[in-house]
Each structure stands twice: as structure tokens, then as C-alpha cells.
């Protein structure tokens, strides 16, 4: 079936650093979302992108649609302890409007 | 946030026996999702419903039946359960598939 990749898998940053991320696909998706998960709860959406370059932004967060339509990527800036979590991609690939398809996600960890 | 529950919240049973478990949405979806989350998997769709009595499968289908009487509520069968259906499922509802799934706090499932 259809796959997304995320690197890193995990991350251990110092508060106040930022954070890239990113999340990839061998075929093209018409929607890319990024989704937190806290522990113990469902995930939440954070941010959702409908056009190939677009670049949107949620308070610290920046997501952006690349261009090919096979990736995306999450930027957090100036982190902080309450970011800690797992961050998933995801979308509608083109053959499956229907589906939401999700990343394996990456894992935060901040130290204080 | 939309309301959507799920339940039980934690199941403890034994291989072989029959499992059903429950998610109720009263935002008047019309889209609902089962996805089981397994370690380095993310989130992997079981089956989805895009109306009352309308369902399709996931691609981890395999062992899992579902049904929607009502749109309120969508419920996830194992008839059989095994140990390989160890997971936490989350259950998930949207007005439509562009828009945002809402997802509910999670079952976690052990099967001994």
C-alpha cells in the first residue's frame, strides 16, 4: 500500500531550539496535514496544507507543501516543554481522496 | 472540539473470543474511521464508513468487521481475537474527507 516517511523517527532538543521535520511519499498527495499526539490522547490537528508550495503557519509552527507534491515539511520554532509528543504527516494521496493516509510520526522530547 | 467517545477505554481479553468496541460522534458526521497505532506503524486504517450502513476497507481490514446503524455510532468487531490485535484503536469522525478528523481518546486492547 501507500507509504509516507518521517525523519527523524525521534528527537531530543533543549528548550528554546527549533525543530525541522519532515515527511515524504513516492506518489503525490493532494492534501498534506500535520498531526500532534499527546500521551494518552488522539491526535490533534495542527496544521493542513491543499496546494502544491504552499506555506502556512499555526503560532510557532510553519508547514509547507512541496512543490513535487511528494512531501512536507513542519517547522517549530523556539520550543517549549509542552511540545513534547509525536508528530504525524498525513493527507489524501490522489488515488485515494477518501483514505487518510499517516506517517509512522516523529517523537519529541525537549529538555529543559 | 467535536464530540466523539469512545468505549471501553481499556479491554483485557483472551485469544478466541469476540470483541466489540464502540465510538460515538454527536457532530453529525457523515465520516467515520477505525485505525489501530502500533509502535512504529503511526496509524493504520482498519475500516471507514462514509454513511449509514455504507462502510469500506481499511488496508489492515484482515480479522475486523464494522458496522454503522445509526451515524452516531460506528462499532469495530474482532470476532475472533488474537494476540496480534494488540493495539490501541482510535476512532475518528469528519464532516467530510478533506476536512479535519476528529479523533476520540483511544481503546487500549490487550489480548492474552
Known amino acids: 500500500g501507500q507509504q509516507l516517511n518521517q525523519s527523524p523517527q525521534s528527537m531530543f532538543i533543549q528548550e528554546g531550539e527549533d525543530v525541522s521535520m519532515n515527511c515524504t511519499s513516492s506518489?503525490?498527495?493532494?492534501?498534506w496535514l500535520w498531526y500532534k499526539q499527546d500521551p494518552g490522547e488522539g491526535p490533534v490537528l495542527l496544521i493542513a496544507?491543499?496546494?502544491?508550495?504552499e506555506l502556512t503557519s499555526n503560532g510557532r509552527l510553519t508547514a509547507q507543501f512541496g512543490i513535487t507534491r511528494k512531501d512536507s515539511f513542519l517547522n517549530i520554532s523556539a520550543s517549549i516543554p509542552s511540545d513534547v509528543g509525536i508528530y504525524f504527516c498525513?493527507?489524501?494521496?490522489?488515488?485515494?481522496?477518501?483514505?487518510?493516509?499517516f506517517g509512522p510520526g516523529t517523537s519529541l522530547s525537549v529538555i529543559p | 472540539d467535536a464530540g466523539i467517545t469512545q468505549s471501553p477505554r481499556h479491554k483485557v481479553t483472551e485469544t478466541g473470543t469476540p470483541v466489540t468496541l464502540r465510538c460515538h460522534q454527536t457532530?453529525?458526521?457523515?465520516?467515520m474511521y477505525w485505525y489501530r497505532q502500533d509502535p512504529g506503524h503511526g496509524l493504520r486504517l482498519i475500516h471507514y464508513?462514509?454513511?449509514?450502513?455504507?462502510?469500506d476497507k481499511g488496508e489492515v481490514s484482515d480479522g475486523y468487521s464494522v458496522s454503522r446503524s445509526k451515524t452516531e455510532d460506528f462499532l469495530l468487531t474482532l470476532e475472533s481475537a488474537t494476540s496480534s490485535q494488540t493495539s490501541v484503536y482510535f476512532c475518528?469522525?469528519?464532516?467530510?474527507?478533506?476536512?479535519?478528523?476528529?479523533f476520540g481518546p483511544g481503546t487500549r486492547l490487550t489480548v492474552l
Open positions: 457532530e453529525n458526521h457523515r465520516y
Open positions: 496544507l491543499y496546494k502544491a508550495g
Open positions: 506518489s503525490i498527495f493532494n492534501t
Open positions: 475518528a469522525s469528519t464532516g467530510g474527507p478533506d476536512n479535519e478528523q476528529f
Open positions: 464508513s462514509y454513511g449509514v450502513k455504507d462502510t
Open positions: 498525513a493527507g489524501h494521496s490522489k488515488t485515494s481522496y477518501d483514505k487518510v493516509i
